[in-house]
């Protein structure tokens, strides 16, 4: 064992463009962190030090870490792909989507029976969207509010003083175990609680996301299944529906996800940390909102010191993405780009580029490869790189 602890922390859709089969998607040109850098006054010093701006050729200075990019083999460009993928999942058979045409009428009528209500939208929107066309009449009449995106998602929104945050958990549940069956097989049902009046309606942080289980063990299962630390911070536990997972902190906000990284950065544990920071897809990626994702990005450089100067020499620090989410790009979805690489450890001596990496599994066949147990099937460890 090379390194006692890893941090692993994922920027939620911070894309870097370049992606081979975006024409697939309709995403050529998606650059999510380059068209940020263009668009807005935004300043990276610290991520800028780490290579992170070398990758997009923004910036040419001599990193004080490896940096590299890497592609998205499988076939999506949703979070459950990405973080599978991540973990040593290859994704062939993409999720079902219903962007085009809703759900389909069989399932509906499934979910108002099981659910003892009645069910209003089905259509594909944005989620502050839908709440502010549909939320009054399902203030009025009890009625789920459920859309969907270009993703493989059915999401449920409600108001929690219609419908409590409880209920609304158990509402989703119970489509969970419905949409099980192959035909409806989405890959994450979402619960989607809401507060407020007309105009002001506001989602809150009790989002709670039910996934597929993988469908097969991953990086984070050998790791636990040797008695090592698996430290999940944010969306992580929801996403691999706790599998592997050992400790889960769930977090309102970045600045949440944050504190608690560097929270566990003083912890005495021997394994993986793997944080999710949702913020910069959910709030402002899909909202196309650039300033906002700008400003979350200087947020999260202004904390990454504190981070760092707490790592210890034994530390591996490892930031990437997801997927894509150009808030410059056409409609509200993800954008298929690949992803950026930063890999930092005080006891590196010698930061460079690495060469691009064919998979995000290479990832976590790295983790894997630095604590000695299973390699997944799919990915290559990069450890013998970092010298």
């Not at 979910?111 to 399902?138: C, V, Y």
């Not at 050998?222 to 911070?233: A, E, G, P, Q, R």
């Not at 599998?243 to 977090?251: C, L, M, Q, V, W």
């Amino acid at each position: 064992m090379r390194f006692k602890r890893v941090f692993l922390i994922i920027l939620d859709s911070l894309g870097i463009g370049g992606a081979k089969d975006a024409y697939i998607y309709g995403d050529e040109g998606a650059n999510t962190l380059k068209h940020i850098m263009e668009k807005t006054n935004i300043k990276l010093p610290n991520l800028e030090k780490l290579g992170l701006l070398n990758i997009i050729k923004m910036s040419h200075i001599n990193s004080t870490a490896y940096y590299t990019t890497a592609e998205i083999i499988s076939n999506g460009k949703d979070t459950l792909t990405g973080h599978h993928e991540l973990m040593g999942i290859h994704t062939v058979v993409p999720y079902k989507n219903f962007t085009s045409t809703g759900f389909p009428l069989e399932l509906i009528k499934k979910i108002e029976e099981a659910t003892k209500r009645k069910i209003i939208g089905n259509i594909a929107a944005s989620g502050t969207e839908i709440i502010e066309q549909l939320g009054e009449e399902h203030i009025k009449t009890g009625s789920l509010i459920i859309y969907t995106s270009s993703d493989s998602v059915l999401q449920v929104a409600a108001h929690e003083e219609i419908i409590s945050v409880n209920e609304l958990y158990n509402i989703c549940k119970i489509i969970r175990e419905i949409t099980l069956e192959d035909k409806w097989k989405v890959g994450r049902v979402i619960a989607r609680p809401f507060i407020g009046e007309k105009n002001n309606f506001i989602r809150t942080s009790n989002r709670r996301d039910y996934s597929l289980k993988p469908i097969k063990s991953t990086v984070l299962d050998y790791l636990k299944n040797n008695n090592y630390d698996v430290i999940s911070i944010g969306k992580i536990y929801d996403i691999f529906v706790g599998e592997g997972i050992t400790t889960s902190i769930k977090t309102t906000t970045n600045l949440d996800g944050i504190q608690r990284i560097i929270e566990y950065t003083n912890k005495n544990f021997t394994g993986l940390c793997f944080a999710n920071l949702n913020d910069f897809d959910s709030k402002y990626g899909h909202r196309r909102d650039v300033v906002g994702y700008s400003r979350a990005l200087e947020e999260f450089d202004n904390y990454l010191p504190a981070i760092i100067e707490n790592l210890k020499d034994n530390d591996l620090l490892i930031i990437t993405a997801d997927h894509g989410n150009d808030p410059t790009y056409k409609g509200s979805d993800h954008t298929k780009e690949n992803i950026p690489i930063i890999v930092y450890s005080k006891q590196l001596l010698n930061p460079r580029e690495l060469k691009s990496q064919s998979t995000l599994a290479n990832i976590g066949s790295t983790i894997s490869d630095n604590f000695s147990v299973s390699l997944p099937d799919v990915g290559n460890s990069f450890l013998n790189e970092l010298i």
